[in-house]
């Protein structure tokens, strides 16, 4: 195995990347022994320090229920998680507050818009259009509901460098075309795609478009207005808030149209068992009690992200990507799985007779976190004849010492199994 | 934790080069293996001459743990009563699960006292059984797919 070549880094002019490792207690630890090397973000970021005492703060000083009681800590925490929704408006450039639905996450997000909107407006003949690099939780909730009303789902395949191209997906594009629902950024392999064309084509087929962006929101910006899609979903954990809570955004009038997702508290507005009638947006999508702490959280992580240069941020990490992708190829029986040009934050791999799960055992016996398996995206790994990979995926606070120290525990593996 | 508990020189050996790793020429017992966490996928196949296995073989891929383990399990219920092999998983399991008084058992398992070193590694559990799950599977002609979930 050969040292990765030095590549220079910018300065971090307007980022500073030991400064931001500071806000973030789980980075400051030890794990068998090795300091923590976490290489995982893709799965679940970090919290900093602001979050985690936000949270905290909700459940020491606000804690009550919201939307209901009239008592001082009710009234604070209401418009705590109402500042939240406002922030999450605010930074997906919504046009209103009420187009933004707290949710579990990312994966309820998207079935809210099979079992709402598609259950209802879809029928025999029609079709939904996915690719073939999507995560599960954007394949099965519309297998799913394409079984239910008796849809088609259709896949605009991927090229081995794990690109969906204008070419494939025109070509799976008709007149019975009724939703494109698609990663902002592959999981498994980093992959950004081309999302603004490919709204524009779908849209001239009068198809709607749900984006999923659970992994872009961290690495790329977002402005559904420019973007133009009709629903956008994210998790707050991949954005550096806490578990447990998403975003669905929709256009207003969509969700207007839209039957609810789940009956209970908080979705009504008056209820007899002769005649229900339903609270307005985004309530009438938020039954029962939702992740107050969660929602209020996810603003916090917002304001941090925020605060940052985040031109600055993303030129750090695309640096030290270009240098992991660059360190690991000089690991001699290492292949790179997803090698589409402009790709953030994640790179995939496998290596010469050793399994992932061996190599991500291995690793962590070093101190390093990385993911390894089928990252929930099997028709990915089917494409390329493999059951798995390693996958290494970066968030803002790390560094290209980080990548020497998965070099170095990637020659530990060599050296066991050589 | 000591890297070495869990890779130790017979896992490595089997992982790399697997014993029985193809189906026997003659069999009337089959069974598939899945490990839904890693997409791992094994299939056994077992010639049962009245009560006792006369051959056994796998193919499929996986880790060097559930490679190694689907090795050496064949090697150790070759020539084995269906019980004999039955009680053999029994006890392989309760040591990788680290159950108590596993220990006492270590000689009736001979080779497969390797994989003790497992237990320290609760996520390479299901790594270590997938084969036995499968072979388990095959020995109650159940048909289907074995998963360790």
């Keep these: ?418 | 934790m000591d890297l070495r508990e869990l890779y130790q020189e017979v896992i490595l050996d089997h992982g790399k080069n697997p014993r029985n790793h193809r189906f026997p020429e003659h069999h009337n017992r089959e069974g598939r293996g899945y490990n839904p966490l890693c997409g791992d996928k094994i299939a056994l196949r077992l010639q049962l001459d009245g009560d006792t296995i006369r051959d056994v073989g796998f193919v499929g891929h996986g880790c060097a743990i559930s490679q190694a383990s689907c090795s050496t399990m064949t090697e150790a219920v070759k020539g084995k009563t269906v019980e004999e092999a039955e009680a053999l998983f029994s006890k392989f399991h309760a040591m990788v699960m680290g159950e108590d008084g596993a220990d006492d058992d270590s000689d009736s398992l001979g080779k497969l006292v390797v994989f003790a070193g497992v237990r320290e590694f609760p996520m390479r559990v299901k790594c270590a059984t997938l084969g036995w799950h499968t072979l388990n599977h095959a020995l109650r002609d159940e048909g289907g797919e074995a998963t360790t979930e």
Excluded at chain 1, 132 to 142: A, D, K, Q, R
């Design chain 1, 1 to 418: 195995m050969t040292q990765p070549s030095t590549i220079a880094i910018p300065s971090g002019v307007g980022f500073d990347v030991r400064r931001v490792q500071d806000d973030f207690p789980a980075l400051h630890q030890e794990v068998h022994g090795k300091p923590l090397v976490y290489l995982d973000s893709a799965a679940t970021t970090l919290k900093p320090q602001t979050v985690i005492d936000t949270v905290s703060d909700v459940y020491a000083r606000d804690c009550s229920n919201i939307h209901r009681a009239v008592h001082l800590l009710s009234q604070r925490a209401t418009a705590r998680y109402e500042d939240a929704r406002e922030k999450v408006r605010s930074f997906l450039n919504a046009k209103s507050s009420t187009e933004v639905i707290f949710t579990r996450g990312t994966t309820e997000s998207i079935n809210l818009v099979a079992q709402s909107w598609a259950r209802t407006f879809l029928q025999e003949g029609d079709e939904v259009l996915v690719t073939e690099l999507e995560h599960h939780s954007n394949i099965v909730p519309w297998q799913i509901v394409c079984q239910q009303v008796g849809a088609e789902l259709i896949v605009v395949p991927m090229t081995d460098r794990g690109e969906i191209l204008r070419e494939a997906f025109e070509e799976r594009l008709s007149s019975r075309t009724r939703l494109v629902a698609m990663a902002h950024v592959s999981n498994a392999l980093g992959t950004v795609l081309p999302v603004e064309e490919l709204i524009e084509l779908a849209h001239e087929k009068r198809a709607l478009v749900l984006l999923d962006g659970a992994q872009a929101v961290s690495h790329i910006s977002v402005d559904v207005q420019a973007l133009d899609c009709d629903f956008y979903a994210f998790s707050g954990h991949k954005l550096y808030g806490p578990t447990g809570v998403g975003v669905l955004y929709g256009r207003e009038r969509l969700l207007e149209g839209m039957p609810p997702y789940q009956g209970g508290g908080d979705m009504i507005r008056s209820v007899t068992f002769a005649e229900t009638i339903y609270n307005d947006l985004p309530y009438k999508f938020e039954a029962g009690t939702p992740n107050v702490a969660g929602a209020i959280g996810l603003g916090a992580a917002i304001d941090y992200f925020r605060s940052l240069d985040l031109d600055a941020v993303r030129a750090h990490e695309s640096a030290v990507l270009q240098y992991a992708t660059e360190a690991l190829e000089s690991v001699s029986g290492l292949r790179l799985i997803g090698t589409a040009p402009g790709k953030v934050a994640s790179a995939s791999f496998l290596m010469d007779a050793v399994h992932p799960h061996d190599i991500g055992t291995i690793v962590d016996s070093e101190g390093v976190a990385i993911r390894t398996g089928h990252h929930c995206a099997q028709p990915v790994m089917e494409h390329f004849g493999i059951a798995a990979t390693a996958r290494a995926s970066l968030g803002m606070y790390n560094t290209t010492e980080d990548i020497d120290a998965l070099v170095r525990a990637l020659h530990k593996v060599q050296e066991l199994f050589g």
